[in-house]
């Protein structure tokens, strides 16, 4: 794990990058300039100079405040570099902030800049390297990021340890990033043993079912995916993906008409066309092939 001593390296390498900086707050989305990129190596070398000791600001808490509020207006209308913009600014004021940094490596995955993500992800844990934000951020980072192996390594003890001990519950979302760190590996026997067993303790969790569900499909058992898919929509658990996933195993399964039916309930003609052939061609490849194209590799 990364050193706290390391935590202001780290805090300089992103403020270098012309992130971490204070700048007037954004009238709108479009008043946000794009991050200059920046050679880490030279942000790095330079890392001292911006560590200088200076004399003490006083902090604007109203203005913290309202960063806050913008970053999550920005989030909820999925503007990544304006809620990016907003976190970096907190952190360059508040450089300890651990809600700004979760919230500025989880916007430099979205925009895909999975370096700053990564050393952002370490300045969290210098922080609070147990925190389930961390956690379960770093995790999702690592198996985003093509490193299924890497968040396994940290996720699964986790599980392991609970079920020996018999401790209480885990949270959801430790299940589900554990499931789909497996799912990415191909070991789907054991991706499904942890979903069932987050459902024991979250029966009623979405995130969860739809993970197995989609499991099913990529073990090649569309029909089994569709009952439970079903009976999340019976249980009053339906959605968005959900329905994406129903559609998908009715296809897998050769119903296209029923795949038809669900897909158009959120799509319009051309787009449920576009999905009607993308199922079909996915239902022509073999399976290994099909397994690796559901999951984008």
């Known amino acids: 794990m990364m050193s706290a001593r390391l935590l202001p390296a780290i805090i300089a390498l992103l403020m270098m990058s012309g992130c971490a900086t204070r700048a007037p707050l954004p009238a709108s989305p479009s008043d946000v300039a794009v991050d200059p990129v920046v050679d880490p190596i030279e ?13 003490p600001t006083a902090i604007d808490l109203e203005r913290i405040a309202l960063l806050r509020r913008n970053a999550r207006s920005a989030e909820n209308q999925r503007d990544w570099q304006t809620a990016l913009t907003c976190h970096a600014q907190i952190v360059a004021e ?3 902030d651990l809600e700004a940094l979760i919230g500025l490596a989880e916007n430099y995955r979205r925009l895909q800049r999975r370096l700053e993500a990564e050393l952002t992800w370490h300045a969290a844990q210098a922080i609070d390297a147990r925190d389930d934000r961390v956690v ?4 999702a980072f690592l198996i985003s990021a093509g490193r299924a192996q890497e968040a396994l390594e940290v996720i699964a003890p986790m599980v392991m340890a609970a079920g020996l001990a018999g401790t209480a519950e885990l949270g959801e979302r430790t299940y589900a990033l554990a499931g ?7 070991d789907h026997a054991a991706a499904e043993r942890v979903y069932r067993r987050g459902l024991r303790g979250h029966p009623d969790s979405v995130s969860l079912r739809n993970n197995l569900a989609f499991g099913l499909i990529l073990q090649g058992r569309p029909h089994y995916a569709a009952v439970l898919l079903m009976d999340m929509e019976k249980a009053g658990l339906g959605g968005s993906r959900q329905r994406q996933n129903l559609a998908l195993a009715w296809a897998l399964a050769g119903r296209t008409d ?5 897909a158009g309930r959120d799509q319009d003609v ?11 061609w996915l239902r022509g490849l073999d399976r290994e092939p099909r397994r690796l194209a559901l999951l984008g590799l």
């Open 136 to 139: 379960h951020g770093y995790v």
């Open 270 to 280: 051309a787009t449920l066309q576009t999905n009607l052939n993308y199922f079909a």
């Open 94 to 96: 508040l450089p300890g």
């Open 43 to 55: 942000a790095v070398a330079a890392a001292s100079s911006v560590l200088s000791p200076s004399e």
């Open 180 to 186: 789909a760190a497996y799912d990415r590996l191909g």
């Open 258 to 262: 029923r795949a038809s039916e669900v």
